[in-house]
């Protein structure tokens, strides 16, 4: 069988190497993802940073095989997942046991709870359908739906039994984001992708979710992949950085290196750009120019046009990875005499 | 002072199902020419009815009064209110949804113009062009459509249409919300840029707290149609009174993993605004909760001069809380 693999690393969970993926528009092929490459260890949290268009997205969709198709397919590379023994390589999965690794094994938390959920379905009979679906060890209606209170319970919802009928409208969003993420460990997985999971929320609210998805790490084990623009949740929450920037990773590191020496000039502008409450400055640093067109990349830097350290190597092909640290690396000429 | 606007107990209520929903209740706030104004709080909070009510944008008041200027809005009769709408002006929070797919850029700014009459029929476009080159926007791009720009643009567009007409406040409805944070910056920028220039009144609604730091010299604090704290910026950010202000705070994520925030959570969320709690709205969820609190309707107070608080925990307090 072809989709089965080693991983790199044992004590990944899931090990992205060299990703590629397309989309066929009507302006030409669109490279979403280019050349992406990071893992997630076991039990740690993965935050991926970057701005709307960079890919994010797309990377976090590959993974669970739920690229648009036919526009968009995956050209390259490969997407390792740990279930346990076998490795998978998810980029020739068939569907038939990608739809058994999905909720088994790696499950997803979607940005807009509303859109996510089902309107007319009771949001316990959703997660029932899960546990139906994936879990062998519920067989009985009146097990599955024990299951699924103790699940809702879990998630911190106080009274499961009311809210077991409800419907996503008579929730609030808060409510509906925590019925998702129930939804999403429900079998145990081994990777939780949560894509945005709370910039539909409130502060107040982001607050409960974030705790809530840091004790369920804790409870379950289980590797996180958070995908953001976010800075200050990536701070609180993640254990290791990746940032993204028109479709490829310009820097990645754990996140005490990311902060305090953020290499990549990007990195430093995402930093500055965002006013910081209790920090007072009285101009904000505003990135100028936008991202370039992704219909045709430039053959430098993607970031050159819009970088305030830009110098001559910059015109040159587009840099490689350099190693600050064995966990730190940047893709830029300015740091090309510090490897 | 030189005061622009005053909101006078401003009430807003919509009949619905479940019974009056009590959108905007009592608010009162006055706006110093060539300041920004700040409020804040969760969705659904009434911050954006607020506004709204302010433009007389949103049908008649429940009650209270609002006045721009000296006249109330409110009385005026329609020729009245159509010289005083140009003065007035609102930038919206989707620059998707709120510019029109069908004009192109320089209709989109030149259309109120001429409307108003406010330049010469020939001068219209290059007015247009000028207001465009103000903000940001290259002015040959103005026989392009909305959809040929990108989100930083389109909010650009929908500032240079309020701007020009020379309006002296601006209503600012969560206008870099739906942006990326290195656009958000350049819009707050040009914001800041504008009043600078054209001694613009800005009532900046945002759920965002940090950028409302950055740009208001004054914010209020709402919760469920009410305000709960009010003050100048760094005092309500220095020294916030109200337990909610004070976990609004303290939920902002700090990018910087060194810090371990003490976070105040609170349970549950907004409760509904047509079955709001007794008391005090905010009781149910609130940390510092005593007997009085669901009893008794806490009422806006001056705690120290210019910072006001509606809390019973803060007035039994000897010394206010303070937050570290």
Redesign the interface.
């Known amino acids: 069988m072809a989709y089965l693999t080693q991983m790199k690393n044992r004590e990944n969970v899931l090990e992205i190497e060299n990703l590629q993926v397309q989309f066929d528009t009507e302006g030409g092929i669109v490279r979403s993802v280019d050349g992406v490459s990071f893992s997630v260890p076991k039990g740690s949290v993965v935050g991926l940073v970057g ?2 268009g960079c890919g994010k997205s797309v990377t976090s969709l590959s993974v669970m095989g739920l690229l648009q198709k036919p526009q968009g397919k995956i050209t390259g590379g490969e997407i390792r997942l740990n279930p346990g023994e076998n490795a998978y390589n998810l980029v020739n999965t068939p569907e038939k046991v990608l739809q058994k690794l999905r909720g088994d094994v790696v499950s997803m938390v979607f940005q807009e709870p509303m859109t996510a959920l089902n309107p007319v379905i009771s949001v316990g009979k959703q997660i029932d359908e899960v546990i139906f679906l994936h879990d062998t060890r519920y067989r009985t209606k009146e097990a599955i739906r024990s299951r699924t209170l103790e699940l809702l319970k879990l998630v911190g919802i106080a009274n499961p039994q009311g809210i077991y009928k409800l419907y996503p409208h008579q929730l ?4 509906r984001q925590r019925i998702m993420i129930g939804m999403a460990i429900a079998c145990n997985p081994r990777l939780l992708i949560a894509d945005e999971p709370t910039t539909a929320l ?7 979710i ?2 809530l998805l840091q004790n369920l790490k804790q409870e379950l084990g289980c590797g996180i992949l958070l995908i953001t ?8 929450m993640a254990d290791f950085v990746v940032v993204m920037y028109a479709g490829r990773v310009v820097e990645k590191g754990t ?2 290196e990311i ?2 020496q953020p290499a990549h000039p990007y990195t430093i ?3 500055k ?6 920090q ?2 009285d ?6 120019g ?1 991202v370039p067109n992704p219909v045709e990349l430039p053959p430098h830097c993607y970031f050159k046009d819009r970088c305030s350290h830009a110098f001559e190597p910059c015109a040159g092909d587009y840099p490689c990875e350099i190693s600050l640290s064995p966990t730190h690396t940047v893709s830029c000429y300015k740091e090309a005499g510090n490897g | 002072m030189d005061e622009i606007l005053r909101v006078t107990d401003l009430k807003k209520y919509y009949p619905g199902r479940a019974g009056v929903i009590k959108a905007v209740d009592g608010v009162n706030f006055s706006i110093a020419k060539g300041t920004t104004f700040g409020l804040v709080g969760e969705s659904g909070c009434g911050k954006s009815t607020t506004g709204r009510m302010i433009l007389r944008l949103g049908g008649s008041l429940t009650g209270g009064q609002v006045l721009f200027q000296g006249q109330d809005v409110y009385a005026l009769n329609p020729k009245q209110l159509r010289t005083l709408r140009p003065k007035m002006q609102i930038v919206f929070q989707d620059p998707f949804s709120s510019l029109s797919p069908r004009m192109t850029v320089g209709e989109i700014i030149g259309e109120a113009v001429r409307e108003h009459h406010l330049v010469p029929k020939k001068e219209v476009a290059n007015y247009v062009g000028h207001i465009m080159d103000i903000c940001g926007l290259d002015s040959y791009h103005k026989n392009r459509y909305p959809h040929e720009f990108s989100g930083g643009q389109r909010q650009r567009i929908g500032i240079a249409r309020a701007l020009a007409l020379q309006p002296e406040f601006i209503l600012c409805d969560e206008p870099v919300s739906a942006l990326d944070v290195s656009v958000q910056a350049q819009i707050v920028n040009l914001l800041q840029d504008l009043q600078a220039q054209y001694r613009l009144t800005y009532l900046f609604i945002s759920h965002d707290l940090s950028v409302v730091e950055h740009i208001c010299h004054e914010i209020a604090v709402m919760y469920l149609g009410k305000i709960v704290e009010q003050g100048a910026t760094r005092q309500v950010y220095d020294n916030p009174l109200h337990p909610y202000t004070q976990a609004l705070l303290s939920a902002i994520p700090i990018p910087d993993p060194t810090k371990k925030t003490s976070r105040i959570l609170l349970q549950g969320s907004l409760p509904s605004p047509a079955d709001p709690p007794s008391g005090c709205p905010f009781h149910a969820r609130c940390p510092h909760r005593m007997d009085i609190c669901p009893k008794e309707v806490p009422t806006l107070r001056e705690i120290e001069p210019g910072h006001f608080c509606a809390c019973h925990f803060v007035e039994v307090q000897d010394t206010p809380l303070y937050f570290p």
Do not use: C
């Open positions: 701005e709307s609030s969003g808060g409510m409130d502060v107040t609210i982001q607050a409960q974030l705790e623009h976010d800075l200050g949740v990536v701070a609180g996140v005490a902060f305090a502008a995402l930093m750009a965002k006013p910081v409450v209790g007072q400055q101009r904000l640093y505003a990135i100028g936008k």
